[in-house]
Structure formats: structure tokens, C-alpha cells
């Protein structure tokens, strides 16, 4: 199970939750004003997250071009979406009341 901490509690102990997330594989969610923040897995969960994000991203876009993609085109769409998370994330948000 994930557990929940705070972000003072990060950096109180820090070398703890590194450990535990290395050697017993522990998952935490960092939260700030108990909003979730950020996730600390291991990297091998994150690789495993990123392979699975991938195969199906590139199964979606094969289906929407009717065919296998070659690898041109594959990096092609890559960086290109990647252009466009990069714009979209430099936007400033606007302030919710």
C-alpha cells in the first residue's frame, strides 16, 4: 500500500524513505497542505510505468494511422508531443477562488 507524507517529513527523513523505497520496494505519495505533490517509487516501477505508457501510446497511434509506424515516425510524434507538454506547461495558470 502507498503511504502518505508531508513534505516536512520528507525532509526529515529523507535517507529512510530512500531506503525503504530501494530495498523493501515502499511507495509514498509526497503531499503539501494535504494535496498530492509527487510519488517516490522505485525506478523500477517508473520503468515499468514509462515502457507500459509507451507500447500503448504507440498501439493508439498505429490504430489512428491504420498501420505499424516506422521509427521515424515514431520519434516524429514523440517530439512532438513532447514540444507540446513543454508549451503547455510553461503557460501561466490561472488562480482558482
Partial sequence: MTEKVSTIEVRQRIGDLLNRVSLRHDEFII??????LAALV??????????????????????????????????????EAQEWARKRARRPRRKTR
Fill in 31 to 36: 503531499e503539501r497542505k494535504g494535496k498530492p
Fill in 42 to 79: 522505485p525506478v523500477e516501477r517508473l520503468e515499468q510505468v514509462r515502457r507500459f505508457a509507451r507500447r500503448h501510446a504507440l498501439q493508439f497511434l498505429e490504430q489512428q494511422k491504420g498501420g505499424p509506424l516506422s521509427e521515424e515516425q515514431a520519434m516524429a510524434l514523440a517530439l
